[in-house]
């Protein structure tokens, strides 16, 4: 008999993609990645870093970084706001998307705006859900959709970002689990990690861009001492 096909589910954007997260299968995704997530943070000390995370994500000690919580087409956290992001250009070391992308109506903007803020040679962390694991059926139409690495890259490379060869698989498999070892490349895990650097120099010549420099913005500092902020200027909305 042939191989069965896995068919790709209808893709959720917004708070309904970002409510799955809070379900106890979508949280024991996230309680897989803590332990990469917290390598991510420290991986470049003295640089600001910024994670960008779908549903609720932890408050994190650490004053030099900024935690946004997600639901696709806003920010909420210590700052509240829109792309584009309320941050000078070239300003943190390391970025996390964590499942911001599975959410996300147009992922281009997302990727454009993590590249403008991270300095050259940064890093990006992307955490994805995974389209070939058993799991997806627990979030198959009633949660984010999914897409496999090589399409991930893809975006990634377009977006001015040099990704890694092979992903990281992390988390469960089927049953609703923590599992925060890593596996080379995918699997059949519930998702996988894909880093991927700002290339210092682009593939094709292009006029500079002018840095962003909002008035307002939040400093290279950020620091999550200034409270809630709402972001002035910034009602742009993804599509």
Not at 52 to 74: E, F, I, K, M, Q
Not at 157 to 162: D, E, I, P, Y
Not at 188 to 200: I, P
């Amino acid at each position: 008999m042939p191989a069965a096909l896995v068919q790709r589910q209808p893709e959720r954007t917004g708070r309904d993609g970002a409510a799955w997260f809070s379900t106890p299968a979508g949280a024991a995704v996230l309680a897989s990645e803590t332990e990469a997530i917290r390598r991510a943070l420290a991986q470049r000390p003295g640089q600001p870093w910024l994670w960008l995370a779908a549903g609720p994500a932890p408050p994190h000690a650490d004053a030099s970084g900024l935690v946004l919580n997600g639901t696709g087409d806003r920010f909420d956290g210590p700052l509240r706001c829109a792309l584009p992001l309320p941050l000078a250009s070239e300003s943190v070391g390391t970025v996390v998307v964590q499942h911001l992308a599975d959410i996300c109506g147009e992922t281009a903007h997302l990727f454009a705006e993590c590249q403008r803020v991270l300095v050259p040679g940064g890093c990006l962390w992307l955490f994805a859900l995974n389209p070939l694991a058993p799991y997806r059926w627990r979030w198959t139409r009633q949660g984010p959709g999914a897409r496999e690495p090589v399409s991930w890259r893809r975006r990634l490379r377009s977006a001015g970002f040099r990704p890694e060869a092979v992903s990281q698989g992390l988390g469960p498999r089927w049953r609703i689990e923590q599992a925060a070892d890593l596996q080379h490349g995918a699997g059949l895990r519930a998702a996988f990690l894909l880093r991927a650097e700002k290339r210092l120099v682009p593939l094709t010549p292009a006029r500079a861009r002018r840095a962003l420099r909002l008035p307002g913005a939040v400093p290279a500092a950020l620091t999550h001492s200034t409270g809630h902020v709402m972001a002035q200027g910034n009602d742009d909305k993804w599509q």
